[in-house]
């Protein structure tokens, strides 16, 4: 049977198995049906992209990356925030260049959101307003960003939000509480990014080569990314407790939250370094220590036991998570 073998289907992702032969002492070649590479858009002199994976071998021609990447989302038939979700969810697909028509449909507060929003997203810049149209575009150089970077810029940001939560519950800072609400936008940022950089690099694999990693490690940090999300969004409603409490808790009580708090942290931080069993050991010692205080609180009552129970629901979420993440990282690392 030969080697060579073009597939009886009209699919034109069926593969095509072909024989690599040898031409001169020192080069190896492939030869390509023209018909069949045709229809995938190569002709003579295209460039094609090897790229070796652990139990494959990529081929991507040249052009793969040259597809127009633009969208536009007619604000007209639908209600105001179902543009600013449409909008988000292009820039997460990894649109390039996304045009809002009909801006003028939507109201004054509701447009003023959505360019905010727009201009927020790492990467995209506002290009043109119009009285009828926005349209935003990627001003980013892929290659000057990296996965693996953006997701420890959100594990750092992510876990100082959340010891400056607890604290501001402790101390009854107020202001403290506001700037960790405020830096939850910036940890949403980071996430959409990773995953914009994922979504994309499923479709080119010269864009998940460019971002520093592979596919493998790349839905990793995606899911790591959205565990982290998780633990900034415990944060900000740690945070809100300030704002409520009628004074800070009463020091034994505030030793034990940050006690608490400290712990539920490791847990991420364990997992995040691969320390798969040290990480599920510590998130059942914050599942114990969550259930000990929660009891005294019941306990106790007070004013302000309802808001603390909270804290602590938190807090033990913020252990689950690390769960999450050690689980992540240990099925991504089976094999190695």
């Known amino acids: 049977m030969s ?3 073009i597939p009886d289907t009209d699919d034109v992702r069926a593969p095509v198995e072909r024989k690599v032969q040898i031409a001169g002492n020192s080069t190896f070649v492939v030869s390509l049906p023209k018909e069949w590479a045709t229809e995938q858009g190569l002709e003579s002199g295209s460039s094609m992209y090897l790229y070796p994976l652990e139990d494959r071998l ?10 127009d990447r633009t ?7 639908i209600d105001d925030e ?7 969810a292009a820039y997460l697909a990894g649109y390039d260049r996304i045009t809002i028509e009909n801006a003028d449909a939507l109201e004054p507060d509701a447009r003023r959101t959505l360019e905010r929003a727009i201009g927020r997203l790492v990467g995209m810049e506002i290009e043109t307003v119009a009285a009828d149209a926005i349209t935003a575009s990627s001003v980013l150089d892929v290659g000057e960003v990296s996965l693996p970077q953006t ?13 400056d939560a607890v604290r501001a519950v402790r101390d009854g800072d107020e202001d403290l509480a506001r700037q960790v609400i405020g830096r ?41 990314a959205r565990q982290l999300e998780r633990v900034a969004d415990h944060a900000e409603r740690i945070a809100e407790v300030p704002a409520r409490q009628s004074s800070p808790p009463e020091a034994e009580l505030a030793d034990r939250l940050e006690t608490v708090g400290g712990d539920a942290r490791r847990v991420v931080e364990l997992a995040l370094s691969g320390e798969t069993e040290r990480a599920l050991s510590a998130r059942s010692d ?12 019941y306990d106790s009552g007070g004013p302000d036991a309802f808001l603390y129970g909270a804290v602590l629901r938190s807090l033990e979420r913020t252990a689950e998570i690390g769960g999450n993440v050690a689980r992540a990282t240990a099925e991504s690392t089976i094999g190695e």
Do not use: K, W
């Open 151 to 163: 997701v420890a810029q959100a594990r750092q940001l992510a876990l100082e939000m959340h010891e």
């Open 3 to 5: 080697a060579n073998r």
């Open 82 to 88: 179902s543009v600013l979700q449409r909008a988000r």
């Open 71 to 77: 969208v536009t989302i007619d604000a007209e038939p």
């Open 286 to 297: 914050v599942r114990r220590s969550v259930s000990e205080v929660d009891r005294r609180l």
């Open 184 to 224: 939850d936008d910036d940890v949403d940022r980071l996430f959409a990014f990773v995953s914009r950089g994922f979504h994309r690099g499923l479709e080119d694999v010269h864009e998940i080569d460019r971002l520093g990693t592979d596919r493998t490690a790349a839905f990793r940090q995606y899911r790591i």
């Open 58 to 67: 990529v081929a991507a021609a040249g052009t793969v990356s040259c597809r």
